[in-house]
């Protein structure tokens, strides 16, 4: 059985920090590629950070570069989202995908909600 739980999320006070965790099972972790999507409401879900499984090149989209990093720890089945300096538009519920194309495979965890607001 498939699982993606996400944890971290909360209120943080702009110019904070918190670090988002997603804990995989069920499927072979390193192989798959990594991403954190977001969305914001009355907003379309968008791509935050991927990182492939093997190789490639870790992207992030232009309104977070400098500012979050994605991590994997294949041997915890973990991914993580650092995330710093965060502004009152990072408020979103934050998503973890784990994608594998050649098997079709495309898996989402429930979301965890993100609140940067003074």
């Known amino acids: 059985q498939v699982q993606l739980v996400e944890s971290g999320g909360g209120l943080v006070q702009p110019g904070g920090s918190l670090r988002l965790s997603c804990a995989a099972s069920g499927f072979t972790f390193s192989s798959y590629a990594m991403s954190w999507y977001r969305q914001a409401p009355g907003k379309e879900r968008e791509l935050v950070a991927r990182?492939?499984?093997?190789?490639?090149?870790?992207t992030y989209a232009e309104s977070v570069k400098g500012r979050f990093a994605i991590a994997r720890d294949n041997a915890k089945s973990t991914v993580y989202l650092q995330m710093n300096s965060l502004k009152p538009e990072d408020t979103a519920v934050y998503s973890c995908n784990a994608r594998r194309i050649i098997v079709n495979h495309d898996f989402w965890g429930q979301g965890t909600q993100v609140t940067v607001s003074s």
């Open positions: 990182m492939p499984g093997v190789g490639g090149i870790t």
